[in-house]
């Protein structure tokens, strides 16, 4: 069994699985970014941060995805919510002509609905069913009950590029433009709902941690992935641990899908409930 994400799931490469990645890329008149482990993310954030150029994004294509299909039977493939994005499109298209080609595969795509640390959850847990051993009609059916109980929530300091990508409404992103505000919201349907405006970094962690209360969080895992912001991951996990001690908590990067949409600063929390 393969699991094939695409990149914005942060997760580049994943121990002791056959696991892969196709990345999603950003693209400006004169530079393309493929988010992948040879990219510094930092360099792209602070290079994008002094340019003046527009930048875009675009997601794998049936290709692309494709060629992470070939040489394997059973694969689950999970992609970025298809409310934001052709990813799923491109790679249900490419699910159906492997399979149309070879009846023998079996390849499961997965609209997570979310992206970064949800995603992650969703993998890990892949990995631990196959692990199991289970076959990998119960692993579907297993896999879709999971994501039942996982979310995703954020917190972003700006929304520019979400909003001139056309991917949150102006209205939206002007909240977030003033100086200190930052958007404190969930993943919703697959897309962005807005919950809840922020003065400062200390009362927006504490919103994230009473909105994971909120939606149901009692001690289950947490994903933690930022945009240059370690300090306040950190702070958040320690805000978590207070109350559940024992949570299995792990932060990582944004990669550079995840860093130009959440920007720096930005948090984004998968969590189970
Ligand atoms: O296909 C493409 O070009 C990719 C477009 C992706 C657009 C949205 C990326 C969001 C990244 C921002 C905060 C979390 C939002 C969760 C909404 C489901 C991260």
């Given at each position: 069994m393969r699991i094939v994400s695409d990149s914005s799931s942060n997760l580049l490469s994943f121990e002791g699985i056959d696991y892969t990645t196709v990345p999603l890329k950003i693209i400006s008149g004169s530079k393309e970014y493929v988010d992948?482990?040879?990219?510094d993310v930092e360099k792209m954030v602070n290079e994008m941060s002094v340019s003046k150029e527009k930048f875009s994004t675009s997601c794998p294509n049936a290709y692309d995805w494709g060629k992470a299909f070939e040489g394997e039977d059973e694969i689950f493939a999970i992609t970025i919510t298809s409310k934001l994005s052709g990813s799923f499109a491109a790679a249900s298209a490419a699910a159906e002509s492997t399979v149309e080609e070879n009846s023998e595969k079996n390849i499961y795509v997965i609209d997570s609905l979310s992206t970064g640390p949800e995603m992650q959850l969703i993998i890990e847990k892949l990995k631990e069913l196959k692990e199991k051993g289970l076959p990998f009609k119960e692993i579907k059916e297993k896999i879709k009950a999971y994501m039942e109980k996982t979310n995703l929530i954020f917190s972003l300091q700006s929304l520019t590029n979400l909003a001139k990508n056309g991917r949150v409404s102006p209205a939206v992103a002007k909240i977030a433009g003033v100086l200190g505000i930052r958007i404190v919201g969930k993943a919703e349907e697959g897309t962005l709902k807005p919950l809840h405006k922020c003065r400062g970094e200390k009362k927006t962690l504490e919103t994230l941690k009473e909105t994971m209360l909120n939606l149901g969080f009692k001690g289950g895992k947490v994903r933690i992935s930022h945009c240059l912001n370690p300090e306040s991951a950190n702070e958040l996990r320690e805000n978590i641990l207070k109350i559940f001690p024992k949570t299995d908590i792990k932060i990582n990067i944004c990669t550079a899908l995840c860093s130009f949409y959440a920007e720096k600063g930005g948090l984004l929390v998968g969590f189970e409930v």
């Amino acid at each position: 069994m393969r699991i094939v994400s695409d990149s914005s799931s942060n997760l580049l490469s994943f121990e002791g699985i056959d696991y892969t990645t196709v990345p999603l890329k950003i693209i400006s008149g004169s530079k393309e970014y493929v988010d992948n482990a040879q990219l510094d993310v930092e360099k792209m954030v602070n290079e994008m941060s002094v340019s003046k150029e527009k930048f875009s994004t675009s997601c794998p294509n049936a290709y692309d995805w494709g060629k992470a299909f070939e040489g394997e039977d059973e694969i689950f493939a999970i992609t970025i919510t298809s409310k934001l994005s052709g990813s799923f499109a491109a790679a249900s298209a490419a699910a159906e002509s492997t399979v149309e080609e070879n009846s023998e595969k079996n390849i499961y795509v997965i609209d997570s609905l979310s992206t970064g640390p949800e995603m992650q959850l969703i993998i890990e847990k892949l990995k631990e069913l196959k692990e199991k051993g289970l076959p990998f009609k119960e692993i579907k059916e297993k896999i879709k009950a999971y994501m039942e109980k996982t979310n995703l929530i954020f917190s972003l300091q700006s929304l520019t590029n979400l909003a001139k990508n056309g991917r949150v409404s102006p209205a939206v992103a002007k909240i977030a433009g003033v100086l200190g505000i930052r958007i404190v919201g969930k993943a919703e349907e697959g897309t962005l709902k807005p919950l809840h405006k922020c003065r400062g970094e200390k009362k927006t962690l504490e919103t994230l941690k009473e909105t994971m209360l909120n939606l149901g969080f009692k001690g289950g895992k947490v994903r933690i992935s930022h945009c240059l912001n370690p300090e306040s991951a950190n702070e958040l996990r320690e805000n978590i641990l207070k109350i559940f001690p024992k949570t299995d908590i792990k932060i990582n990067i944004c990669t550079a899908l995840c860093s130009f949409y959440a920007e720096k600063g930005g948090l984004l929390v998968g969590f189970e409930v």
